[in-house]
């Protein structure tokens, strides 16, 4: 458990200045009347352990069938949000040597081709030429499109006891 607490270098014979006494103090009340099983996220500054221990990874990935087999799956969607950019990557992670480094961690990589969504989205634009988008929402209609073509590839490869890495 980490503890952010201020703390002052006293010189000799000088006395800590009220605002550090009072927030050490209220450090303490904060440790005292807060159960630990309640402490996380109240803001105190206290911060837990959130990572997955590497030992641990034939727990972590025990749905996997053996040989562990990795299915990157490159998903470069624009749709629905304001940023440039997002649809580049997965090639950009690919040209950083992604399946290298999944392949030294000891994975067989099964590389899939990045989705098409620009075709994906122009059928379902043409398949239901009545339905209009959501004003609120950024075209919901290719992102609904999309992101079932996504699911189901997502099952699939689960099905046949890979990891999905999209």
Known sequence: ???????????????????????????????????????????????????????????????????????????????????????????????QGLVQDLTNLGWRVEDIPDLDFSTICAQARNANPSIHSNPNAKHSLEVGAGTKVLADLVESKLKLGRFPLI
């Open 1 to 95: 458990m980490f503890r952010f607490v201020a703390r002052k270098t006293i010189v000799a014979g000088a006395k800590p200045s009220p605002n550090v006494a009072a927030m050490a103090q209220s450090a303490k009340r904060a440790d005292s009347s807060t159960s630990e099983s309640n402490r996380g996220g109240m803001g105190l500054g206290i911060v837990h352990q959130q990572r997955i221990p590497a030992d641990d990874s034939e727990n972590l990935f025990r749905r996997v069938a053996s040989p562990k087999t990795v299915s990157v799956i490159g998903a470069p969607m624009t749709y629905g949000q304001p940023f440039f950019g997002t649809d580049s990557g997965p090639t950009l992670l690919r040209e």
